[in-house]
Nanobody
Framework: VQLVESGGGLVQAGGSLRLSCALSGFTIDDYAIAWFRRAPGKEREGVAC??????STWYADSVKGRFTITNAKHTVFLQMNNLKPDDTAVYYC?????????????????WGQGTQVTVYS
């Protein structure tokens, strides 16, 4: 199982980015993909999650209405609109094989390497 993120970059506040998480090696359909982020000096936090099992989604309150997570075959996208400087972080995608939008990190057995998002004002 492998996850590879892409799409990070430098963007002005109010702008948009779309992150991609390319999946490979998945042999079952019951899984969920989440995006986490770690800002400098802060704990890693959950941002959004989508279940491949039933299509359900979860969003952190801080990103509701601005971020959208979608699932195409073998790729999960995180569309980020109206970005704020507080969104600056390394963004990671991760997979859990429970198929639910649980956000406890110990449920996630596979992680990508991360992609940097920097939002300047």
């Amino acid at each position: 199982v492998q996850l590879v993120e892409s799409g990070g970059g430098l963007v002005q506040a109010g702008g948009s980015l779309r992150l991609s998480c390319a999946l490979s090696g998945f042999t079952i359909d019951d899984y969920a993909i989440a995006w986490f982020r770690r800002a400098p000096g802060k704990e890693r936090e959950g941002v959004a999650c989508i279940s491949n099992s039933d299509g359900s989604t979860w969003y952190a309150d801080s990103v509701k209405g601005r971020f959208t997570i979608t699932n195409a075959k073998h790729t999960v996208f995180l569309q980020m609109n109206n970005l704020k400087p507080d969104d600056t972080a390394v963004y990671y995608c991760a997979a859990n094989f429970w198929g639910t939008t649980v956000m406890a990190e110990d449920h996630y057995g596979a992680w990508g390497q991360g992609t940097q998002v920097t939002v300047y004002s």
